[in-house]
């Protein structure tokens, strides 16, 4: 019976639809960053080679994170994995997380609203899409945090991003804890310390995804002498494992 099981459990995973929208924005006009792009690409590639069905940009505007969300939305079914990774500048202000596009020109905390993108929309086409489906598995991975000078002089934003709550299904991964900033990476290195970590970990045959993060936490822990650390917020039900193997 138990090897039944298996082979069942084998044979959905198998079939398991398995969507991603990958993002890195580095092209800021203002406090531009240098890996984010690379991140974008690297991961995408990676989730592609484990059966993912990626859709990847880069350097996008305002308008543009809008049609991509809707891009994403028209290849959801209520079973299918939905994973977003993100890689740039995003910031908190007044208890609220908003992506930064490459053309903001954000001077005020107030213009927020018009020219970045709130990451509770993600939230909330993800709870949409689900349906019913209980066991569906929702993943948004932040690596942002990057320090924004701009921002600093803003009254109510903080130094990183707030906590978000994880909806029914989704897991919530952040590059680093609430209201501290995440390396961008040394120079010479292609990409962050936390999607470096990510990158290798994901390889790990038949591991949950829980464990793949405990272990990328411990990694960029070492790598940035404590002064990362990677967490997430989950309301997972069903299970997930990035990389299947007999």
């Known amino acids: 019976a138990q090897r ?16 991603a929208l990958v993002i890195g924005n580095s092209a800021y006009k203002s406090s531009p960053l240098k890996n984010p792009t690379n991140d974008a690409r690297d991961m995408a590639a990676k989730l ?17 994170i809008g049609s991509t969300m809707r891009e994403l939305r028209s290849k959801l079914t209520p079973g299918a994995v939905a994973l977003i990774f993100y890689a740039g500048h995003a910031v908190e202000a007044k208890g609220r997380n908003f992506v930064i596009p490459v053309d903001a020109d954000v001077a ?45 002089q803003w009254r109510s934003v903080s130094s990183g991003l707030g906590r978000m709550d994880a909806p029914s299904g989704t897991l919530l991964v952040y590059s ?8 961008d990476g040394p120079k010479g290195q292609r990409n962050s310390p936390f999607t470096k970590s990510l990158l290798r970990s994901m390889q790990t ?6 464990q793949v993060l405990k272990e990328v936490r411990r990694q960029v822990l070492v790598e940035t ?10 309301s997972l039900i069903g299970d997930f494992v990035f990389k299947r193997q007999q």
């Open 176 to 183: 680093t804890s609430p209201g501290k900033v995440a390396s």
């Open 225 to 234: 002498k404590g002064e990362q650390v990677p967490w997430e917020n989950s």
């Open 48 to 64: 592609r080679g484990l059966g993912f069905d990626v859709i990847e940009r880069s350097n996008l505007t305002t308008r543009q």
């Open 4 to 19: 039944n099981q298996t082979v069942e459990r084998t044979s959905a995973a198998a079939s398991e639809k398995r969507v």
């Open 108 to 152: 005020r905390e107030y213009e927020l609203e018009d020219q970045a993108y709130d990451a509770q929309q993600w939230l909330a086409m993800l709870g949409d899409t689900k349906g019913k489906n209980t066991q569906r598995v929702n993943i948004v991975i932040l690596d942002a945090c990057r320090d924004n000078p701009v921002s600093r």
């Open 205 to 210: 045959p038949n591991v949950p995804v829980e």
